[in-house]
């Protein structure tokens, strides 16, 4: 299996299963110097790890990251890169290989099973292999390792819809996201979503959502004209997330909805000699590069495919059969896919941020 590495010069590869000993990524390109602890790491891990809620799989993994090289422990208890690679494991603890034993040779409907299969003749049915979302978890460390790269950037994001059931954005609050189990950013949204979900949980159900992903302080100029655009990759990164079938830019679909006069983003010169946008529908991004205003964007997730619902499928052999999968699964997996595609944000922007100090020499990465 080729294509398990992305960026350019902030190059990810990650590696490993969902019920493997371990996964984990290399980070390549991370400049030297950078200083960091190893819970500056963890609080990202954290954010992501299953188990947290009865709204997300009730696995157990602790998502402890080891990291292996390219730093030298400090004293205080810090740790500095050093320019080499840098690599990062995390151990898989709580497998449950046997609960998938009645699949090995099952489809299971709207999963990568079939595909897998056909693909490489062979496929790693306990969890899904890395077809699975466990694989995210590297994600999530090697981001934390990019925001190192990317000072005065702040990325967030923010579930904003779970079925139908959107949020009020005149009630938007950042400090309400770390408060709920849902990363949601309207209270008042947080007690429909919890008795809507309890009722999807319940029936072993599952139901899509939308994350928005913004970040804020990205200088003016990231990114470069026709292939190489800073929104195209973003929007590569996070079509890579599992489960991810829609990814928008700005206002996105939405401009096909309005006018020109209603769409563009208009300006005027500040006080301080810089263009003041007067509003943001592009999202941050014009001709694929950055325009100093929050870059934007929003996915949606599928409905989780595992349900015990049964569903009509086929086997291996070419049989018809009817299958109910087991095993712990999230009903709502655009939950965890928050810190996700923070880490995404954060590799995308760190990687043009190096692409663009390399070739015009206006970026730095020290703070």
């Known amino acids: 299996m080729s294509h398990n590495t992305f960026g350019h010069l902030f190059r990810v590869t990650t590696w490993g299963e969902s019920h493997g000993p371990a996964l984990g990524a290399v980070v390549d390109g991370c400049p030297s110097g950078l200083r960091f602890r190893p819970e500056d790491i963890q609080s990202f891990m954290d954010k992501r790890k299953p188990g ?9 993994e602790d998502d402890i990251v080891k990291v292996l090289s390219g730093v030298m422990p400090q004293d205080d208890g810090t740790m500095i890169t050093t320019g080499t690679p840098i690599s990062l494991v995390i151990e898989n603890t709580d497998q449950r290989s046997k609960d998938y034993g009645e699949i090995a040779r099952q489809y299971r409907p709207g999963h990568a099973d079939y595909t897998y299969d056909v693909k490489y003749g062979i496929r790693d049915y306990r969890g899904g292999g890395r077809s699975s979302a466990r694989e995210t978890a590297a994600r999530v460390a090697a981001g934390a390792i990019a925001r190192l790269v990317i000072p005065g950037v702040t990325i967030r994001a923010a579930l904003v819809q779970i079925g139908k059931h959107r949020i009020n954005r005149d009630n938007w609050t950042w400090d ?7 990363f949601c950013p309207d209270p008042a949204m947080v ?16 139901i899509g959502a939308v994350v928005e992903v913004v970040a804020e302080g990205v200088p003016a100029g990231l990114g470069a004209p026709i292939y190489g655009k800073l929104d195209q990759d973003i929007a ?4 890579s997330i599992n489960a991810v079938k829609g990814v928008e830019i700005g ?3 939405g401009a096909a909805e309005i006018s020109g006069e209603e769409n563009a983003d208009e300006m005027r010169m500040g006080n301080d000699g810089k263009p003041i946008f007067l509003s943001n529908n592009a999202g941050g991004v014009l001709g694929g590069i950055s325009s100093g205003e929050p870059v934007v ?10 349900i015990l619902t049964e569903r009509q499928t ?4 070419g049989h018809n059969v009817d299958l109910r999968t087991k095993g712990r699964h999230d009903p709502c997996v655009g939950i965890r896919a928050v810190p996700v595609g923070e880490a995404m944000f954060a590799c995308v922007i760190a990687d043009h941020f190096l692409r663009d100090r390399g070739q015009t020499g206006r970026q730095s990465h020290q703070p």
Not at 176 to 182: C, T, Y
Not at 236 to 239: G, H, I, R, S, T
Request: charged share 25%; aromatic share 12%; proline share 6%.
């Open 251 to 253: 206002n996105g679909f």
């Open 236 to 239: 590569a990164a996070l079509m």
């Open 297 to 306: 964007a929003r996915f949606a997730i599928k409905p989780t495919s595992s």
């Open 314 to 317: 086929i086997d291996a052999d």
């Open 191 to 206: 007690p429909v979503w919890e008795a809507y979900l309890d009722e999807i949980r319940k029936a072993g159900s599952s």
């Open 176 to 182: 309400e996201v770390d408060n709920n189990p849902f």
């Open 52 to 60: 947290q809620s009865r709204f997300v799989t009730q696995r157990r």
